[in-house]
């Protein structure tokens, strides 16, 4: 380890601390070198330096103070190769990243990111979902392809202007090669490939992962120049007019950050719900006090707007509390440091790997009235109103944090309140105790499950 450089388990040459980590559940290993080294320590990947940030004091430091220092992203890794380092989620903090960003809240805020169309897409997409939900009344359904399939058309629709049926073929395997990548890509394979880049071209399961899909060519068949239909569109116009200003948008760059895009507005808006939907079934006097504020506010209105979250501060309670519990992306997409740095008196070198440990922030004690439990009173005060705390950062913090947060966050209230007014959950008996304990992934996913769907007209 660098001088005065944060502590940490022993490490194996080449392995690196490989071996500290299970297959199933690496988070309650990070939270035990958290317990024996405190909120910020040290780990190999391989020969690579990596530390752990963990709870709010340490994540606000690095994140929000020292921000730059903070915002580049590792390259040369497994999840770099699968993605041929493009693409904005990993794209390194410097002139590409930037505009890419810039770019992306731009274009999705003039789709209506945060306005009003956006609010009808979804709304019309959700329509889809009672649609299903309806054919299932009375019996039991298993609503994983459902949800998946709803994220991945609302951000399509964005994206190059389609939705698929929740039945097509070519979208459940794009959605299952979603799942699978985020299960392998900061697994303990992909560690494996990170320390022994003597693996890299034997068969172990990571080769799936470099797979692939093309959908940019047939968009551009039917297009017409200055008048973008969707953010595909926008991108294409914006090549037309670039010239050579030296810019870093280029053709080459846009399947891989479209899929970027698509990816990250699919599984993580997805098995958020999945989590919201298996608690609200098994915490019945919480979904019933959600209904009865829907009612009271919304009477005999069926379409929901995004601004009724004001009036429902138990309903946004929940949400937020779902999003804690969830912890649907637990140890953030990895930074890395861009310069020599500090953080609470230890020395950090450029080129550090930073793992965002966010469950330490979401779980932490002292920052939650009830950080172990399911419990929507850590987002209310005495009076009852919506508060939010500053370790709510499912979303992470500074200038990487998810520049999905508007729309995610739209898709989660109207999905939930529109489906607790029509709907009745519970969970069918004949299935067994339910788990809540997630699998593991870059998402965490809650395991497959079934929903008991009742009309609640006739509940
Ligand atoms: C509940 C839903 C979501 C959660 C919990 C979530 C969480 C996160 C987290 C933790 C990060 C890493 C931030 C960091 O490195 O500091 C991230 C990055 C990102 N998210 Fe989301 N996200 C969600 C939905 C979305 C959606 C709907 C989109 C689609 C537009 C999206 C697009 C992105 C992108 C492009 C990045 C990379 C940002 C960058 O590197 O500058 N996310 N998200």
Known sequence: RPKNFPPGPLTLPLLGNLLNFSQEKPLEDFERLR?????????????????????????KEAMVVKATDFAGRPQD???NDITQNKGVILADYGLRWKEHRRFALITLRNF?????????????????TIKTLEQSTGGTLSPQVMFHNAASNIICQVLFGARFEYNDDLIKVIVQCFTENAKMTNGPWAMVYDSLPITHSLPLPFRNAFKNYELVNEHKKTRVPGQPRDFLDCYLDKLEKRGNDGSSFSEELLTHYILDLHFAGTDTTSNTLLTGFLYLMNYPHIQERCQQEIDQVLQRNDRVSFEDRHSMPYVQAVIHEIQRIANTVPLSVFHCTTKDTELLGYSIPKGTIIIQNLTSVLREEGQWKFPHEFNPENFLDEQGKFVKPEAFMPFSAGP??????GLARMELFLFTVTLLKKFKFTWPEDTGEPDFTPVYGVTLTPKPYYMKVHLRSLA
Request: proline share 4%; charged share 25%; glycine share 12%.
């Open 112 to 128: 209506g990111l945060g306005k009003k169309s956006m609010e009808d897409r979804i709304n019309d997409e959700i329509q889809y």
């Open 77 to 79: 890794m497994f999840v």
């Open 35 to 59: 317990k024996s080294y405190g909120n910020v320590y040290s780990l190999f990947i391989g020969p690579r330096p990596v530390v752990v940030i963990n709870g709010l004091k340490a994540m």
């Open 400 to 405: 990487r944090m998810c520049l999905g947060e």
